[in-house]
């Protein structure tokens, strides 16, 4: 964490317009609920064995810390950060990370909303959808549809397509690993050399 401390704006976050914000909202709330996948997705107080044999859930990093240790073992194809996650530098792990193993991180508004909601928790500002998505089909169409918006593919209709706003800008940060951090290396403590007293 110091690492992120020592330099916290070297990386930075894309762009995305409102429009498809709002359409990357829609598209979790449309599939993400209990009628469309006709399971319930709401925290029980079950055992944890009985959770990882969740047909949705095994396939889900739900929260910050499950999504944080998805990305370190590098198990993610897709990660959502709600804007009302603060600190700013508590996702800064996630884009590090994210940016990496090259797997798309965006942050959206009211996120956080549809996850409370969805999973009945209390708050929830991170989801990840995990490599083995596609062994689910309703989560494949999911993501399907989620990075053909993000990657600019999907068929836009006559009246956004002559609007400019239709694509997001990704400014890629500059990825400094720990080990070759400057900061870190000057600030690194040297070991005071033993003085030999002689009698």
């Known amino acids: 964490m110091k690492v992120y401390v020592a330099a916290p704006g070297q990386h930075n976050w894309p762009t995305i317009p ?8 829609a ?9 469309y996948l006709e399971i319930s997705l709401k925290r029980t107080r079950k ?13 889900l990093a739900i ?7 998805s990305l370190k073992q590098n198990q993610c194809s897709l990660v959502f950060v709600c804007n009302s996650l603060t600190p700013l530098i508590l996702t800064k792990p996630i884009l590090l990370l994210s940016q990496m193993h090259s797997i798309p ?11 409370t909601k969805t999973f009945a928790i209390p708050h929830c500002a991170t989801i990840g959808f995990k490599l083995t998505y596609q062994e689910n089909s309703q989560l494949k169409n999911l993501v399907d549809n989620l990075l053909q918006i993000i990657n600019g593919c999907d068929k836009p209709s006559l009246e956004s397509s002559s609007s400019s706003s239709s694509s997001i ?18 600030a690194g403590v040297q070991k005071k050399k033993k003085k030999i007293i002689k009698k």
């Open 18 to 25: 409102d429009d498809i914000q709002d359409r990357l909202l």
């Open 169 to 186: 800008n990704f400014i890629p940060g500059k990825i400094i690993a720990p080990y070759q951090n400057p900061k870190r290396i000057s």
């Open 27 to 35: 598209i979790l709330t449309e599939n993400l609920n209990d009628e």
């Open 63 to 69: 929260g910050l810390r499950c999504v944080m240790r």
């Open 105 to 115: 991180a965006i942050r959206i508004k009211n996120l956080s909303t549809i996850l």
């Open 47 to 59: 055992k944890s064995s009985d959770i990882k044999k969740h047909p949705i859930k095994q396939h």
